[in-house]
């Protein structure tokens, strides 16, 4: 187990700080008390670890397995790691290195005669290590970010109102729209973007804020509501805690909708937790595809597939949206309206591969290793002589575009990766050159 990489550990202070902000006492027990609590309290984990036989039909739809062939980084490893750890026969370090190796993708549920929930398993037994004072540096310092912002530090109204005029004003002579961006201030809705989206992936950022505004919606940004939980990958406290923090800044603008940008992990928690946290509140949250896909069916956008030439764009699902939150076809509705050339990869839906950097397997010490888990979707991509892979997620889109580097040149084509909204963005025809005026 020792020569297996494994992402590189936070240091005790980075540990504790995070810790403290979620009221956990990092340090204070064993792993192994920890997971045997985890294992009482949470019903998937217990059902997972009394059930699966090892009856092996995760094995081949296991992205680290397949392409690493080591027994202990697949479904049916980790499920024996933690009953080892259980036992107290596993050590922290076995445990730590097996359950940070998997993506949490879901792969392996969705292929279990049972369902049984593997990656709950991966969770529970990193939260046990949090717990026991064990995390890696890169998640830990994703999350006590995140943290932060939604304390009301660290993103300050002065940057995004800046950007967002930067932007507003780069859509009015691109696309003739007037978008009116408010930061922290009361209206009927709050989008809440990934930060790569405002930085990197600004495209992405002028779809969400252009189809809002023809839709009329008037809504607000946050500097207190962040996409991002990397929680998922962590610890239930800290899911929980920034969850929890987008209701709160809609409760402060009194938005009575949440929409979600393009970030899995936060549609899977806003689609598996927050939902059922605000019913009966009159908060309503919806992924920005519901949004532009109900417009679209309703006549309100129009979108000219010209825009985006005549390249073959394949749409492969990011997990978290097909297999950890049900949507799945409305992202597909809006592509085909978007681009000219589209194809269906075989392993769609809640058949999907893995992007390769999932469950916070997006530290830089690990892209070798992630990297060749990509092989798995761009072998894929080439088979099917996609020349964009559509995956609208920004761990999908930021690790994607790394391996990129290293898999276009070993096969001498160019893919490239996009998300959704940059294309509906070019595509999108302005209500005022569709009415003639």
């Not at 995760?58 to 392409?67: A, D, E, G, N, W």
């Not at 024996?80 to 392996?108: F, I, K, N, P």
């Not at 800044?249 to 979600?260: W, Y």
């Not at 690990?366 to 991509?381: F, G, I, R, V």
Request: net charge neutral; charged share 25%; glycine share 10%.
């Amino acid at each position: 187990m020792s020569r297996r990489p494994s992402p590189s550990e936070a240091g005790a202070d980075l540990v504790s700080r995070m810790a403290a902000e979620l009221g956990i006492a990092a340090g204070r027990r064993a792993a192994r008390d920890a997971m045997r609590d985890l294992y009482r309290s949470e019903r998937n984990v217990g059902l997972a670890l009394d059930l699966c036989t090892g009856c092996g039909a995760c094995l081949t739809r296991c992205p680290t397995y397949v392409s690493t062939g080591d027994p202990l980084n697949s479904p049916i490893g980790r499920i024996s790691m933690a009953r080892a750890l259980l036992r107290g026969s596993a050590s922290d370090d076995e445990a730590y290195r097996c359950a940070w190796l998997c993506l949490t993708c879901g792969a392996c549920s969705a292929a279990c005669p049972f369902g049984l929930d593997v990656p709950g398993v991966s969770r529970a037994v990193r939260a046990a290590l949090l717990e026991s004072g064990r995390a890696p540096s890169f998640v830990s310092a994703r999350v006590l970010e995140q943290l932060e912002i939604s304390r009301g530090r660290g993103l300050s109204r002065e940057f995004l109102d800046a950007l967002l005029r930067g932007v507003a004003s780069e859509i009015e002579a691109e696309k003739g729209i007037k978008v009116r961006p408010k930061v922290d201030e009361r209206a009927d809705a709050l989008l809440v973007v990934p930060s790569d989206d405002l930085v990197l992936n600004v495209e992405a950022l002028k779809g969400y804020l252009s189809v809002l505004q023809e839709l009329g919606i008037d809504f607000s940004m946050s500097t207190r509501a962040v996409a991002e939980n990397y929680g998922l990958f962590l610890h239930p406290s800290a899911m929980r805690r920034l969850a929890d923090s987008l209701a709160a800044a809609a409760g402060d603008l009194g938005a009575k909708i949440i929409v979600i940008g393009e970030c899995g992990n936060a549609w899977r928690v806003a689609a598996g937790y927050l939902s059922a946290r605000l019913r009966g509140s009159g908060v309503e949250v919806r992924h920005v595809f519901h949004v532009a896909a109900d417009a679209l069916r309703r006549g309100e956008l129009e979108l000219d597939p010209e825009a985006n030439g005549d390249l073959v764009y394949e749409y492969q699902d990011p997990c978290q949206y097909s297999r950890g939150g049900g949507l799945i076809e409305e992202p597909r509705e809006i592509l085909r309206r978007a681009v000219k050339r589209y194809v269906e990869p075989p392993l769609g839906g809640r058949l999907t591969v893995c992007c390769g950097a999932g469950g916070g397997n997006l530290a830089p010490e690990l892209s070798p290793l992630t990297s060749e888990y990509s092989k798995l979707w761009y072998e894929m991509a080439l088979s099917d002589g996609a020349d964009v892979v559509v995956r609208p997620c920004a761990i999908c889109k930021s690790h994607m575009s790394r391996a990129l580097g290293v898999l276009n040149p070993r096969h001498g084509r160019n893919i490239s990766v996009s998300g959704l909204m940059e294309l509906v963005y070019r595509a999108l025809v302005p209500r005022r050159a569709r009415c003639g005026f």
